[in-house]
């Protein structure tokens, strides 16, 4: 008996110990994530860089290359579309850029593992940054579905991640360095109404993105890997529909040029999230501490969901 209580006394030792460490850490990282809030965490050089995107051809890809390459980056454009991929390489060139493409359908695993060979091939840099972007979005109520376009939907928006990421992650481990990156959207925390095979591949690709950066932060060897999750909210991209929100100036259309150099600027600083407009993180965490019942209310407001409801009984379809 006597031994026994030794051990109990022991161990109650240690649990106390370790949880006066355990305060010590939480302060210190409180500490230092708010000064980053007001002095946010120097932008790193990508001079030189070998930055891949994805669906480089439109949208928000062709943005982020064209900005890139301005940083001295190396660009390698993937694209289903030859013709708007070929577009994004030439203005890159005129601009003095060093750019390659490739017409590549990252939904499918075997020509993910094709073109990277290609790269290999014809002495394209190893990739240091991999930008998955390309996406697919399909309007319709769930119950109409087309079941063709739900697995085009996780395909392009889901298993491309895991083709392209498996494809170049293990150069990057092997480097000790590297940065990945994935646009998830506002889709991806929060549910949309019409929009629920999008909303639930954007659910998945944060899942993806976490839980991966877990694995490799419990690695017993440090890889000096980054990952970056962008969340944006609307983007004209010409994929979603005006949400027309209250208050435009934090929920209004952002213009691809914007939102392109917003992920530059969490690329550059290593965030492990970003949402555009960046503030709305900082919302959802808040609303998230209040009961569910609230925060839809609070949705609804934001949403101005009376207003469409009464513009819709109004309308001539429903009189």
Same mark, same amino acid.
């Given at each position: 008996?006597?031994?026994?209580?030794?051990?109990?006394?022991?161990?109650?030792?240690?649990?106390?110990?370790?949880?006066?460490?355990?305060?010590?850490?939480?302060?210190?990282?409180?500490?230092?994530?708010?000064?980053?809030?007001?002095?946010?965490?120097?932008?790193?050089?990508?001079?030189?860089?070998?930055?891949?995107?994805?669906?480089?051809?439109?949208?928000?890809?062709?943005?982020?290359?064209?900005?890139?390459?301005?940083?001295?980056?190396?660009?390698?454009?993937?694209?289903?579309?030859?013709?708007?991929?070929?577009?994004?390489?030439?203005?890159?060139?005129?601009?003095?850029?060093?750019?390659?493409?490739?017409?590549?359908?990252?939904?499918?695993?075997?020509?993910?593992?094709?073109?990277?060979?290609?790269?290999?091939?014809?002495?394209?840099?190893?990739?240091?940054?991999?930008?998955?972007?390309?996406?697919?979005?399909?309007?319709?109520?769930?119950?109409?579905?087309?079941?063709?376009?739900?697995?085009?939907?996780?395909?392009?928006?889901?298993?491309?991640?895991?083709?392209?990421?498996?494809?170049?992650?293990?150069?990057?481990?092997?480097?000790?360095?590297?940065?990945?990156?994935?646009?998830?959207?506002?889709?991806?925390?929060?549910?949309?109404?019409?929009?629920?095979?999008?909303?639930?591949?954007?659910?998945?690709?944060?899942?993806?993105?976490?839980?991966?950066?877990?694995?490799?932060?419990?690695?017993?060897?440090?890889?000096?890997?980054?990952?970056?999750?962008?969340?944006?909210?609307?983007?004209?991209?010409?994929?979603?529909?005006?949400?027309?929100?209250?208050?435009?100036?934090?929920?209004?259309?952002?213009?691809?040029?914007?939102?392109?150099?917003?992920?530059?600027?969490?690329?550059?600083?290593?965030?492990?999230?970003?949402?555009? !407009?960046?503030?709305?993180?900082?919302?959802?965490?808040?609303?998230?501490?209040?009961?569910?019942?609230?925060?839809?209310?609070?949705?609804?407001?934001?949403?101005?969901?009376?207003?469409?409801?009464?513009?819709?009984?109004?309308? !001539?379809?429903?009189?």
């Amino acid at each position: 008996m006597p031994i026994i209580k030794k051990i109990f006394k022991f161990s109650h030792f240690h649990l106390l110990y370790d949880l006066f460490v355990l305060s010590v850490k939480i302060t210190f990282a409180m500490t230092v994530a708010t000064f980053r809030m007001i002095i946010p965490p120097r932008a790193k050089n990508l001079l030189g860089e070998t930055v891949l995107i994805t669906g480089a051809g439109h949208g928000i890809g062709r943005e982020l290359a064209i900005q890139l390459a301005s940083l001295g980056c190396i660009i390698v454009c993937w694209d289903v579309d030859n013709e708007a991929n070929r577009s994004t390489m030439s203005t890159i060139s005129k601009n003095g850029g060093e750019v390659y493409g490739f017409a590549v359908d990252v939904s499918k695993r075997l020509e993910v593992r094709e073109a990277a060979r290609l790269m290999r091939k014809v002495g394209v840099p190893e990739v240091s940054i991999l930008i998955n972007n390309a996406a697919v979005l399909y309007h319709s109520p769930f119950l109409k579905q087309d079941t063709d376009l739900v697995e085009k939907t996780f395909s392009v928006n889901v298993l491309s991640n895991f083709w392209t990421i498996e494809t170049f992650l293990p150069n990057m481990m092997h480097n000790r360095r590297g940065h990945i990156v994935c646009l998830s959207s506002m889709c991806g925390i929060y549910g949309v109404s019409q929009k629920v095979v999008y909303c639930s591949s954007k659910f998945a690709v944060r899942g993806l993105m976490e839980a991966l950066h877990e694995e490799l932060r419990l690695d017993s060897q440090p890889t000096n890997v980054r990952f970056t999750t962008i969340y944006p909210f609307y983007v004209d991209t010409g994929l979603a529909r005006d949400p027309k929100y209250r208050f435009p100036l934090i929920f209004g259309i952002l213009s691809p040029e914007y939102a392109a150099g917003e992920i530059i600027k969490a690329i550059r600083r290593n965030y492990t999230e970003y949402s555009i !407009p960046r503030c709305l993180l900082t919302l959802n965490s808040i609303n998230r501490m209040v009961p569910e019942t609230v925060m839809r209310l609070i949705l609804d407001f934001l949403a101005d969901v009376d207003r469409k409801r009464r513009e819709n009984l109004l309308s !001539p379809a429903t009189c």
